[in-house]
């Protein structure tokens, strides 16, 4: 494929991906609105254990550590 083609490709192909976006349904939009609220609620549920396990492991490591310089 000869540079030229692959520039017009391209256009054609970034060109078709705006009108597809374009034409969105409105039931879609709705979706995948409901659908990244969904997830953002489950990231913030999930963050307080996130949070408890990485302050375990430090502790436990802090403690290791220090069980092993007073052998």
Request: aromatic content about 8%; glycine content about 6%.
């Amino acid at each position: 494929m000869k540079t030229r083609n692959k520039i017009a490709f391209g256009s054609a192909l970034i060109g078709a991906a705006g009108s597809a976006a374009a034409a969105l349904p409105t039931a879609a939009s709705g979706a995948f609105t409901t659908l990244q609220e969904d997830v953002l609620d489950l990231i913030d549920l999930a963050w307080p254990p996130a949070i408890a396990i990485t302050v375990a492991f430090i502790v436990l490591r802090l403690f290791k550590k220090s069980a092993n310089a007073a052998v």
